[in-house]
């Protein structure tokens, strides 16, 4: 059973630039969820998707998007870096179904971005 | 709203002791998911042990078990027999079942360092 992918695993990016992360879900798993997770702090949620439509959504502005595809793997998309937007990103896979309060997410190992 | 305390920035504990990390937490969901993820240096967030808020038994994963007391609203971990291996960050984290509550919500976490 492969786990949770993320790629890339670091990335440097300017000020205003664009960036893409990608993340493929756990083998069976129809939810994924993005993180991130500044510096010190624990992951603060952004959004979530299942079976490829937004299903939830933390306080985060609109620069911050993202897609589910077909097989279920996943992109978050942010606009306009800033320099606060430096954190790890993470992104988690769940059974999805129910969405119960039960329902475990397991993580990916992250994607480190260093806005410069 | 959901919150989690971790009261415990940092702490200590001899190899082959017992530890436990604080949780604390504050919902108005009546039903709700309770979890302890590890996150070792390298970024990746590690399932350890899940507790529903209607579970009549602590939860129990091998040297990982779960302290639950419902009415102090209060979730610890304990580590039995701690190996150098267990030195990580680790975070309680919540969900509920409706709504915004249906998102994870992290604890600042406990940095635990196991001395040899």
């Known amino acids: 059973e492969t786990g949770v992918t993320q790629s890339p695993t670091h990335l440097i990016k300017t000020r205003g630039q664009q960036v893409t992360l990608r993340c493929s879900s756990q083998?069976?798993?129809?939810?994924v969820s993005w993180y991130q997770q500044a510096l010190g702090q624990g992951p603060q949620f952004i959004f979530q998707?299942?079976?490829?439509?937004?299903?939830g959504r933390g306080n985060f502005p609109p620069r911050f998007s993202g897609l589910q595809f077909p097989n279920y793997s996943s992109e978050l998309n942010v606009n306009a870096l800033e320099l606060d937007d430096s954190a790890l990103y993470l992104c988690?896979?769940?059974?999805?179904?129910?969405?119960?309060?039960?329902?475990?997410?397991?993580f990916g190992p992250g994607t480190r971005l260093l806005v410069l | 709203a959901q919150k989690i305390t971790q009261t415990q920035p940092g702490m200590f504990v001899q190899e082959k002791e017992a530890v436990t990390l604080d949780c604390t937490y504050d919902?108005?969901?009546?039903?709700?998911?309770l979890f302890w993820y590890k996150q070792p240096s390298s970024g990746e967030m590690i399932f350890l042990i899940y507790?529903?808020?209607?579970?009549?038994q602590n939860a129990t994963e091998g040297r990982y078990s779960l302290n639950f007391q419902k009415a102090r609203k209060s979730a610890n971990l304990v580590i039995s027999a701690s190996q150098l291996g267990d030195s990580a960050m680790y975070f309680c984290?919540?969900?509920?079942?409706?709504?915004?509550?249906?998102?994870?919500?992290f604890g600042s976490g406990t940095q635990l360092t196991v001395l040899p």
């Open positions: 998707y299942y079976r490829e439509e937004e299903n």
């Open positions: 984290a919540m969900r509920g079942r409706f709504g915004s509550a249906r998102q994870l919500t």
């Open positions: 988690a896979s769940s059974p999805g179904g129910t969405s119960g309060e039960g329902e475990t997410q397991y």
């Open positions: 919902t108005s969901d009546p039903s709700y998911g």
């Open positions: 083998s069976g798993h129809n939810t």
């Open positions: 507790q529903g808020s209607y579970d009549q």
